[in-house]
């Protein structure tokens, strides 16, 4: 079929180079593309819930660092030992 579409002037001269470096026509190139954009429109695939890392709890500081002290947090952060 074909139509006449309105397109910004540097968005097709972008196509075309890109089409060009790709060895394929500018029909092809938004062909391509309107398949990619309507095969990814919302609702098309249903994810699971997502699941979060969690801490669990365990580890925390090493014994002897003051946790209410931010000299000693951050001397603890440069100490390289």
């Not at 910004?8 to 593309?33: H, P, V, W, Y």
């Not at 000299?71 to 030992?81: P, Q, S």
Request: proline share 6%; no cysteine; charged share 30%.
């Amino acid at each position: 079929m074909k139509t006449t579409l309105d397109l910004n002037d540097r968005l097709i001269a972008e196509a075309k180079a890109f089409a060009a470096e790709q060895r394929t026509s500018l029909t092809r190139l938004i062909e391509e593309g309107l398949q990619l954009r309507l095969r990814a429109k919302p609702g098309s695939k249903k994810r699971g819930p997502v699941r979060l890392p969690v801490f669990d709890g365990r580890g925390g500081l090493a014994p002897g660092i003051n946790p209410l002290s931010n000299k000693a947090m951050l001397e603890a952060a440069d100490d390289d030992t």
